[in-house]
């Protein structure tokens, strides 16, 4: 079964501290994404990847960067958390023919910063 | 723009009964059009994917259909359960650029 494992699904957080969310998948796909979704806004996307090293600015990019060492995992990196930041981050995958291939959703990570 | 409108924004009904979600794009050059189920908590799944030469596609109690002339694709729920409560995100990929996502319609069931 394929699998996109998220590695927190709640965290609480101070203002101005660095925050990392990790994301692993399963299924070797080339391409991976993260969005942020909030309340009436839907899926924002942050930041997204097509090979490993390499990744692209989405939408939201501002006050997040990601790093991708390796094919399976893609991190997202809060270097200095502020309130508005507090949202449902949810990473996903698809194999190549990005945008036509389905996308593989993890459960996501609540943040919350106080 | 490229946009992807749903509606109704959140819907309310009782378990055994149909309903018809929308989703209304404005996105060129379309590719394909995929409906998304996310329930509470989760993250989406995907339901079904439409193509530009497809105009209806089942998948169990879901139906979706697709009209490219009037850019409008709904989907169709038979016979609702309480699982079927979630939400329900419509996705538009514009060729060779990018996903859109519309922001979703939220669906509670109740018995």
């Known amino acids: 079964d394929v699998k996109v494992t998220q590695s927190s699904r709640y965290l609480v957080k101070r203002t101005g501290e660095k925050v990392f969310l990790e994301c692993v998948q399963d299924?070797?796909?080339?391409?991976m994404f993260w969005y942020r979704q909030d309340p009436g806004l839907g899926l924002r996307l942050i930041y997204f990847s097509y090979d490993v090293k390499m990744k692209e600015k989405g939408d939201i990019p501002e006050g997040y960067s990601v790093s991708r060492e390796k094919k399976e995992r893609f991190s997202l990196i809060l270097e200095s958390a502020s309130t508005n930041q507090t949202s449902m981050y949810l990473c996903a995958s698809s194999s190549p023919g990005i945008n036509t291939g389905e996308l593989f959703f993890g459960e996501g990570s609540r943040l919350t910063v106080l | 723009k490229n946009q992807v409108e749903q509606s109704p924004q959140s819907l309310i009904i009782l378990e055994g009964k149909n309903c018809t979600l929308q989703?209304?794009?404005?996105?060129?050059?379309?590719?394909?059009l995929r409906w998304y189920k996310q329930d509470t908590g989760r993250g989406p799944v995907s339901l079904t994917i439409?193509?530009?030469?497809?105009n209806t596609k089942s998948n169990g109690r879901y139906t979706a259909t697709l009209d490219a002339d009037t850019k409008q694709s709904s989907l169709h729920i038979t016979a609702s359960q309480l699982s079927d409560s979630a939400s329900y995100i419509c996705v538009v990929y514009q060729a060779g650029t990018a996903l859109i996502f519309g922001k979703g319609t939220t669906l509670s069931v109740s018995s």
């Open positions: 299924m070797d796909h080339e391409n």
């Open positions: 439409m193509t530009f030469s497809e």
């Open positions: 989703c209304n794009y404005t996105v060129s050059p379309f590719s394909n």
